[in-house]
């Protein structure tokens, strides 16, 4: 009931100063009302002011209620008591009637019509009537009390505290409360009077009139306030109409007081006047609620009948709208119809309406072109029996079948069509059921297909492009592994043996580089094809990459029924080819390991089969090989032989030696050829020849020797410091390092990083390894020599193309074959072939060294053939870099190494020490 609280009413200490001060003021209000033969005022007005605060603002308004009533109650104490006791007694009095009328009245009210306003309802504006006229007399009784304590037995006495309080309490309420509960707003009275001005200026001016006639005779013509309230009820707004009557009522009040005469019965007249005003004016405020709520009931009315109005519109436009939407539904049916008929014969994908027993019933143009059959002919056919083959028929009766009874409405199936000319196609189809309302029993099925013969096609290529090689027709690496997968299963499960077989074309990389690629093509088919003749029809081949291919033998009997197949492989691939540009014989190299004896996964056989081919490679080729333990074994050690390499370059257990290279003609040190070797941190000092080879197939020589070459440009340096005359650095260029593309390059930007004089740098190169490339090594050869880098060839007579290479190819020196030195003392044919060559040399002006040099006959036969530049452990071993110092300073203490006739020198017997 507090929903209709003020929203300007101050809060909190404020709101309280305020109730307070209203309390005060409604109270000496109440006295000018008294008259000085009675104890208690006509009307106490505080008791109306409590009951309107506590159903405007519920429990929020006790404070102001509670502390109001009592400073309210001290005001007829103060004023009108004898003495300090009828002062405290009538304080107390007051204060009880005051706060038991309130309370009773609100608490009263709101047990019964719980939260409902009283000015909302009239019926619960007679609850509040009713509530109040019992708390009224209910807060009577400490008056009674009072006046039995002061010794009133007598009917006036009795009438006078019984009656007076409850009418005086009573009036005060209906004046005040209703007031209080309507105004929600300041400066009410002035908006009312703006709004009906002529009006309020009538109605004042008649309560002016009625006022002076109240007054002139009260308890004959108060009654006439009666049409002047009522003038207010039905006239005035609520708020308004409130505000008017109890200022009517109040005015006629004081009015009949100052006008009654004391010759009457003063309590009497005065109950007279309290009950007359009291009814006037709660007649007046019930009409007022009672037109209030009429004009609810006749707005709620109006909303009824414009809401139905609103809804039979609706209803009407709904009705309008559904007999449009059934006239447009029966044009859009016949549209529709003539859509399908037009759709159904135009359409490109095949339709077709078959009945439950899979007769055709209806056949558009796309399935006459499809199937070759028209229309007449196909109506009437069984669609499964006349196009559909036999292994594909049980599937779309059973599908058919199951949409037809079955609550599914669709279904998909894809089939095989043959067509009257004999085409094969592959059909999607979707099938939906077609329900007939008028008639049930007729089943249809409606097959809309796909043609889908292309997306087949183009999955069936993708397919064999994912799993096969194209150019040889074998498995690739994805499929054969999946073989091998379920093969090795298959053995494990049923205990028997599976092979894998591993082989390579040998030298394939030269028939591409020479021949063609076109030719290395045919020469990978021709094999893939004698592959098949050789192994059965269960067996797997796979191209693994480049010339690489695998065979799977899925069950074998050990490893001779394996070698069999490997010899028939080895037979059928020796037989001539021919090829773009001529025929060929080839080799190949096999690996065999078998399963589950050498390995249960497919990486391990793999991994075992291609070490036992390059076993077969080392072992000289086209031969074949078994994979053993020790294989493994080797691996493993390669492997951890790889990963210390790597460690020790990083970390630099590397170091160069140096074997010097002594003049003949006076024993002079005029060059030092640089040796790698490797200080291991548990088997010591390493040759090349132990980890080059781990080096080269791991991708690690390029790098080694790149810093062979520079640390030796660096140490270079150093030496001439050392020697006090210009000393040459040999350094030995391996094949994989010499053919690398960018090798002058490399060594241009070491000599201009070291800032060495490229005169002093030699770089010795295998004849071997000039005659694989022969114009690229002279490009090659003629960029170092444009740097100003000496070039050496090594092992000079050892191949059978040295004229031509001395001719075309700009050396500046050449190095004996130490394989024709060690056989030259007791071989004449060998001594007159060095002798050619070291002639030939000397001939086109080339200084000839020889290296390896260990006997004195080696050394004196050398020296009779004319050679310049001698080397080898006779004369002295491979020093360390940290000894060079020591070589040169012994060097210039004791004289020339190599004098004229002296062989051996206690120099190179001090130093000599084989080379591991």
Request: glycine share 6%; hydrophobic share 45%; proline share 4%.
């Amino acid at each position: 009931m507090n929903n209709d609280t003020d929203t300007n009413r101050p809060t909190g200490g404020l709101r309280l100063i305020a109730d307070i001060a209203a309390f005060l003021c409604l109270a000496l209000a109440s006295l000018l009302l008294l008259d000085t033969s009675l104890q208690s005022p006509a009307a106490w007005l505080p008791t109306g002011y409590a009951i309107g605060l506590l159903f405007t603002h519920g429990r929020q308004a006790l404070p102001s209620v509670v502390s109001g009533t009592l400073l309210a109650a001290l005001i007829p104490a103060l004023l009108g008591a004898k003495d300090w006791v009828q002062g405290m007694e009538w304080w107390l009095a007051v204060s009880l009637y005051t706060l038991i009328a309130a309370l009773v009245t609100w608490q009263g009210y709101r047990r019964v019509m719980a939260r409902q306003f009283p000015l909302v309802h009239y019926t619960a504006f007679l609850w509040f009537l009713g509530t109040l006229t019992l708390a009224g007399f209910v807060a009577t009784l400490p008056f009674l009390g009072i006046g039995y304590l002061n010794g009133g037995t007598s009917l006036p006495d009795l009438q006078q505290a019984i009656l007076q309080p409850w009418f005086a309490g009573f009036l005060g309420a209906v004046l005040i409360a209703p007031l209080v509960m309507g105004i929600r707003h300041r400066g009410l009275l002035l908006r009312a009077l703006r709004r009906h001005l002529f009006e309020s200026m009538a109605w004042f001016a008649s309560l002016g009139f009625i006022l002076l006639v109240v007054w002139y005779d009260p308890l004959q013509n108060l009654y006439l306030m009666f049409p002047v309230t009522i003038w207010a009820a039905t006239r005035f707004s609520l708020q308004d109409a409130m505000l008017a009557i109890s200022c009517a009522g109040l005015a006629a009040l004081a009015s009949a007081i100052a006008g009654l005469q004391h010759g009457h019965n003063v309590l009497e007249a005065y109950l007279v006047i309290e009950g007359l005003t009291a009814m006037i004016v709660a007649a007046s405020f019930y009409v007022r609620v009672l037109l209030k709520d009429r004009e609810r009931i006749e707005y709620g009315l109006e909303d009824v009948v414009e809401q139905r109005t609103r809804e039979l519109q609706i209803a009407n436009f709904e009705l309008k709208d559904e007999i449009f939407v059934r006239q447009q539904a029966e044009k859009s049916f016949r549209r529709s119809s003539q859509h399908f008929r037009a759709l159904f014969e135009t359409a490109s994908n095949p339709i077709i309406v078959v009945d439950d027993q899979i007769v055709i019933r209806q056949w558009n143009g796309a399935s006459e072109q499809l199937f070759g059959y028209s229309r007449d002919e196909a109506i009437g056919r069984n669609l499964s029996t006349t196009f559909i083959p036999a292994e594909q028929q049980d599937e779309l009766s059973w599908k058919i079948l199951k949409l037809f009874s079955s609550g599914l409405t669709q279904e998909t199936l894809e089939t095989e069509i043959h067509g009257f000319n004999g085409s094969r196609h592959f059909i999607l189809w979707n099938l939906s059921r077609l329900n007939d309302e008028d008639d049930p029993g007729q089943r249809r099925l409606i097959l809309i297909g796909q043609d889908i013969t292309e997306i087949r096609q183009s999955q069936s290529q993708l397919h064999y492009l994912a799993h096969y090689d194209v150019l040889t027709n074998t498995a690739n690496r994805r499929l054969f592994e999946d073989r091998c997968k379920q093969a090795i299963s298959s053995a494990i499960r049923h205990r028997h043996s599976c092979a894998l077989i591993c082989l390579d074309v040998d030298h394939f990389k030269r028939i591409n580089d020479t021949l063609g690629h076109d030719a290395g093509d045919r020469l990978l088919q021709e094999l893939s094809n004698r592959l098949h003749t050789c192994v059965r029809e269960e067996d797997t081949i796979g191209r693994l990459g480049g010339d690489e291919f695998a065979v799977l033998l899925t069950r074998v009997n050990g490893a001779e029924g394996c070698e069999k197949v490997a010899r028939s492989i080895l037979e059928a691939i020796v037989q001539p080819i021919t090829v773009p540009g001529g025929e060929l014989v080839i080799t190949s190299s096999i690996g065999i390991t078998l399963a589950p004896g050498d390995a249960r996964s497919y990486e391990q056989l793999l991994k075992n089969a291609d070490m036992a081919m390059y076993r077969a490679k080392n072992a000289g080729r086209n031969n074949i090989q078994f994979f053993s333990a020790d294989m493994n074994e080797e691996m493993q050690r390669q492997i951890t032989l790889e990963r210390e390499l790597r460690y020790g370059i990083n970390n630099g257990q590397l170091d160069l030696h140096y074997q010097p290279v002594f003049q003949v003609r006076d024993g002079k040190i005029i060059g030092l050829e640089a040796l790698l070797r490797w200080h291991h941190p548990s088997r010591g000092v390493l040759a090349p020849g132990e980890f080059l080879d781990v080096a080269e197939q791991t991708g690690l020589l390029q790098p080694l020797g790149e810093w062979i070459c520079h640390n030796a440009c660096l140490q270079a340096r150093a030496i001439q410091a050392m020697s006090g005359y210009p000393v040459s650095i040999r350094i030995n260029l391996s094949s994989r390092q010499y053919n690398h593309p960018r090798l002058a390059e490399q060594v241009d930007r070491i000599i201009r990083d070291t800032r060495l004089d490229p005169a002093l740098m030699l770089v010795e190169i295998d004849e071997r390894i000039l005659n694989d490339r022969l114009e690229e090594t002279a490009c090659t050869l003629h960029r170092l020599k444009e740097i100003g880098v000496g070039l050496v060839l090594d092992r000079y007579g050892s191949g059978l193309s040295t004229l031509k290479l001395l001719r075309d190819l700009p050396f500046d020196q050449v190095k004996i074959d130490q394989h024709l030195l060690h056989l030259a003392p007791s071989d004449e044919n060998t001594q007159a072939i060095i002798h050619t060559l070291i002639n030939l040399a000397r001939q086109l002006s080339l200084t000839v060294a020889a290296a390896g040099v260990e006997t004195e006959e080696q050394d004196l036969f050398l020296r009779t053939a004319g050679c310049h530049l001698l080397q080898g452990h006779r004369f002295c071993s491979p020093v360390a870099s940290g000894e060079l110092p020591d070589l040169f300073a012994q060097a210039r203490q004791n004289g020339p190494i190599l004098p004229e006739n002296q062989i051996r020198m206690p120099f190179g017997e001090a130093h000599t020490r084989r080379e591991p």
